[in-house]
């Protein structure tokens, strides 16, 4: 019976293989042209296998945002919280499929074009298909000078390219990561409906735009050519173009909204406010530094020749920073802190500042390099926690210290610390590779600073502008008394801990989950066995 | 007469209590999680590097409904296992009770309290 059941399975197997046998001896002997096409089409297979894998790892930081925000905040605040976590995903989904994808991306092939006719590396179509005709308008200055893209709106027109399918997903999810990690910095006090606001704002405009400069064509990465500034500005996997909007938005966004009742003493001393649960935290930072791994070496955009080395290269790299930049943390703390002992809020900001710093330099630096900048940002981020306190500028989870500052550091790492790697030659159209001070280029710096200048000031600019406009409107700041007794009630109608069944339910043996109304039944069930 | 023992420990010595009242022959108690402090007012603690004053920390307390001739023996067992010496033993607190009804049979007083292997059967009492 089993046996008539499944006799089919080794049938097909039988046939599949039968099929496969006859189609290849039916070919004629390939000419070589037709070899390298395979080849070819092999490659770019690979190199979007790749790609998606990446998008689905960055995909899944998401979880690991939600659980750090939530766990270093307050148990009458997680649903709100958690809320923003999620629906800054949706949000931002649709947002920069509507707009953001076209204005960051809509010149690529514009500004590339020159670079995809030398055969060379760029934050272009080669690695992944062929992008013949798309994304090719935008507004550009004097050829060269690239503000934002203007084509790829709803992808029309685009969903039968699967490179530009895949290019979209992984572009999707970098974004979402700069928008998850202002809800951070504002959280316990943000307005959901100015929640949502930002969530557009970043999803649609600031971010595309901003990152445009950088990974679009755009003029931050043409200074190699337009001023022999290096290779222009450099940024693999975005400490700049990720790290610093997301938390520059998150440092503007919290002086705008101000500080949490009870951060600050009328005398300027600060008080804590420890987060309800550093299980959450933890786990959501290994979550993190696991999404890590697609997010670096993810961005190679390929997986065969160069792409590969620099892949491989960029997750050692990326292991290595985050490991060291825990440490660095943890050890500041025990010596140093007021506790004098290893403060694991603190090695969680530690670890993900590490993290953040070597995003930019990760496929262009040795491995001792990376242990460097890892270390440096795990002192950085401890530095920056205590200025912020002393600004008396309240960031519940450290966003900006995080991701503002040691996105800075690791821009201008890239300056510093480059090797030469020849498997960056050509990096924006500059023929020689990426190189940094330490080993004999001085100009490379100027174009990583002028990254890291001009993100900031434009980010934190409209940054403000923005944030005051969503405050005249009444939607950025939560009532005062929702945020006293938590917003998860007042804002979300919903609390976030409800496993308190005596609460809820009238009792874990009786009440209305189990569908009685009589004590005397629950009793005489699992009560009486006590 | 009836007392009731209030005892607020450590945390830690819940188990050792728990254990050494049995032995005794304190066979009914039920406990509470409080948070509570005395003189030491607390302890420091820090997150994300700003120092911080826990001066809510956690206790238990321990619930005994006896009777009075049993109190003295029973507070000694719970000191015997739960001094340390040191700032946060805790403390105890004797009240006297109105009256106990067991729900199940409707007993009342010294009867309610009762139970096979009790203390009072452990000493060897006379009961009165």
């Known amino acids: ?530 | 007469m009836t007392k009731k023992i209030e005892a607020i420990i450590r945390e830690e010595a819940l188990q050792d209590v728990k254990d050494a009242l049995r032995e005794v022959g304190i066979v009914g108690l039920n406990v509470h999680e409080v948070h509570g402090h005395g003189r030491q007012g607390g302890i420091e603690l820090s997150w994300r590097g700003t120092a911080y004053q826990m001066d809510l920390l956690p206790k238990i307390q321990i619930n005994i409904v006896l009777s009075d001739h049993n109190v003295e023996r029973t507070i000694d067992t719970i000191i015997k296992v739960t001094r340390t010496g040191k700032e946060g033993d805790g403390l105890i607190f004797v009240y006297p009770v109105e009256d106990v009804i067991r729900i199940r049979t409707g007993e009342r007083g010294r009867e309610a309290l009762q139970y096979k292997d009790d203390i009072d059967e452990k000493t060897k009492s006379p009961s009165r």
């Open chain 1, 1 to 530: 019976m089993k046996l008539r059941k499944h006799f089919w399975i080794p049938a097909l197997v039988l046939a599949m293989l039968l099929a496969t046998t006859g189609a290849v001896l039916a070919q004629d002997t390939p000419d070589a042209a037709a070899v390298a096409a395979t080849a070819s089409d092999t490659a770019t297979s690979v190199n979007i296998l790749w790609v998606m894998l990446a998008s689905f790892l960055v995909f899944f930081m998401q979880a690991g945002f939600a659980l750090v925000e939530t766990g270093f905040t307050r148990a009458k605040n997680v649903a709100h919280t958690m809320m923003m976590n999620l629906m800054v995903f949706c949000i931002g989904a649709l947002g920069y499929w509507l707009v953001g994808f076209a204005l960051q991306f809509g010149a690529v092939n514009h500004t590339y074009a020159d670079i995809n006719n030398m055969g060379a590396w760029a934050f272009s179509p080669i690695s992944m298909g062929d992008w013949t005709g798309v994304l090719d308008t935008g507004v550009i200055l004097n050829g060269q000078w690239g503000v934002m893209g203007l084509s790829g709106f709803m992808l029309a027109g685009l969903t039968a390219n699967f490179g530009v399918l895949a290019f979209f997903m992984f572009q999707m999810v970098f974004m979402d990561t700069a928008a998850t990690i202002p809800t951070g910095s504002m959280a316990e006090r943000l307005n959901f409906k100015g929640f949502i606001l930002m969530g557009l704002w970043v999803s649609m405009f600031i971010y595309p735009v901003v990152g445009m400069w950088v990974w679009g064509g755009g003029w931050l990465a043409n200074l190699g050519r337009t001023m022999g500034w290096g290779n222009g500005a450099v940024d693999f996997a975005g400490s700049g173009v990720v790290h610093m909007i997301g938390g520059v938005t998150a440092f503007i966004g919290a002086i705008v909204i101000g500080p949490r009742i009870g951060r600050f003493n009328k005398n300027g001393t600060a008080n804590a406010i420890p987060g309800h649960n550093i299980p959450m935290g933890i786990l959501g930072t290994i979550i993190l530094f696991f999404g890590w791994f697609g997010f670096n070496p993810g961005s190679a955009l390929g997986f065969t020749g160069a792409f590969r080395n620099l892949a491989v290269l960029a997750a050692v790299n990326t292991l290595l920073a985050g490991a060291i930049g825990g440490i660095v943390a943890m050890l500041v703390m025990w010596w140093f802190g007021p506790s004098k002992r290893p403060d694991p809020a603190m090695s969680v900001n530690g670890v993900l500042a590490g993290l953040v710093a070597i995003t930019a330099p990760c496929a262009f630096v040795d491995t001792w390099a990376a242990v460097v900048i890892g270390g440096i940002a795990g002192v950085l981020v401890v530095l920056a926690t205590f200025a912020l306190e002393k600004m008396r500028i309240d960031d519940p989870v450290g966003a900006a210290p995080v991701h503002m500052v040691n996105g800075m550091w690791g821009v201008l790492a890239v300056g510093i610390f480059a090797n030469g790697n020849p498997d960056t030659a050509a990096w924006n159209g500059v023929p020689t590779p990426v190189t940094g001070l330490l080993y004999g280029s001085s100009t490379q710096i100027l174009a990583q600073l002028a990254e890291v200048g001009a993100i900031f000031v434009t980010v934190f600019v409209l940054g403000f502008v923005f944030f005051k406009i969503v405050n005249a409107i009444g939607w950025l700041r939560a009532k005062p008394n929702d945020e006293l007794v938590g917003l998860d009630l007042p804002e979300m109608g919903a609390p976030g801990y409800t496993t308190d069944d005596v609460v809820m339910h009238g009792g874990m043996l009786g009440g209305r989950m189990r569908g009685s109304t009589s004590p005397v039944r629950a009793t005489s069930t699992a009560g009486a066995q006590r």
